[in-house]
C-alpha cells in the first residue's frame, strides 16, 4: 500500500522505551515527518500482530530488543495537502514497551536513534503529540504495580 495518498489509512504502532529517565526517540529519515525526532516505530505487516509489529519496528529502527506491554494511546495523524487532499493517514498504536537489551543502532527508516532526558526534547524539537505520549507512558508506569 502507498503510503503518500493512500487509498485507507495505514494502522501503525509506536514503542515508548525508557532506560531510566531517558525515553528512546528516533530521527525520521523519511516523510511524513522527516528529520524530526519521534517515537520509534512503523507499519503493521500482513499476519502481523500489533504488539508483534512493534518489537520488530524498534529492533529494525533501533537495534535493541523490547517486550510490548499496554496500549498508552491511539492517535489518529492525517496530513493533507494545500489542496484538501489526504496526502498521509496514519492510524497509530502507541504501546509502552519494557527495555530487554542491545545497543542503539540507527537502522532502516532512520537517521539517527538516542535516549533523550525530557529536558533535552525542546532542544531536539521533539512534536508535542510524542512529548504527551511518553509522559502518558511514563505515568502508567509509575502507577502500575
Given at each position: 500500500?502507498?503510503?503518500?495518498?493512500?487509498?485507507a489509512?495505514?494502522?501503525?504502532?509506536g514503542?515508548?522505551?525508557?532506560?531510566?529517565?531517558?525515553?528512546?526517540?528516533?530521527?525520521?529519515?523519511?516523510?511524513?515527518?522527516?528529520?524530526?525526532?519521534?517515537i520509534?516505530?512503523?507499519?503493521?505487516?500482513?499476519?502481523?500482530?500489533?504488539?508483534?509489529?512493534?518489537?520488530?519496528?524498534?529492533?529494525?529502527?533501533?537495534?535493541?530488543?523490547?517486550?510490548?506491554?499496554?496500549?498508552?494511546?491511539?492517535?489518529?495523524?492525517?496530513?493533507?495537502?494545500?489542496?484538501?487532499?489526504?496526502?498521509?493517514?496514519?492510524?497509530?498504536?502507541?504501546?509502552?514497551?519494557?527495555?530487554?537489551?542491545?545497543?542503539?543502532?540507527?537502522?532502516?527508516?532512520?537517521?539517527?536513534?538516542?535516549w533523550?532526558?525530557?529536558?533535552?526534547?525542546?532542544?531536539?524539537?521533539?512534536?508535542?503529540r510524542?512529548?504527551?505520549?511518553?509522559?502518558?507512558?511514563?505515568?502508567?508506569?509509575?502507577?502500575?504495580?
Amino acid at each position: 500500500m502507498k503510503r503518500e495518498y493512500p487509498e485507507a489509512p495505514i494502522v501503525t504502532v509506536g514503542g515508548i522505551v525508557f532506560d531510566g529517565e531517558r525515553a528512546l526517540l528516533a530521527q525520521r529519515g523519511k516523510e511524513p515527518n522527516k528529520g524530526r525526532w519521534t517515537i520509534p516505530g512503523g507499519a503493521i505487516e500482513l499476519g502481523e500482530t500489533a504488539r508483534q509489529a512493534i518489537e520488530r519496528e524498534v529492533r529494525e529502527e533501533c537495534g535493541i530488543t523490547v517486550r510490548a506491554q499496554n496500549v498508552v494511546k491511539v492517535l489518529d495523524i492525517i496530513q493533507r495537502d494545500d489542496a484538501g487532499a489526504v496526502r498521509f493517514h496514519y492510524v497509530v498504536i502507541d504501546f509502552a514497551c519494557e527495555y530487554l537489551g542491545g545497543e542503539l543502532k540507527a537502522g532502516d527508516d532512520v537517521a539517527a536513534v538516542r535516549w533523550m532526558r525530557p529536558d533535552e526534547f525542546e532542544a531536539f524539537d521533539v512534536p508535542r503529540r510524542a512529548r504527551e505520549v511518553i509522559a502518558a507512558a511514563r505515568r502508567a508506569s509509575q502507577i502500575a504495580p
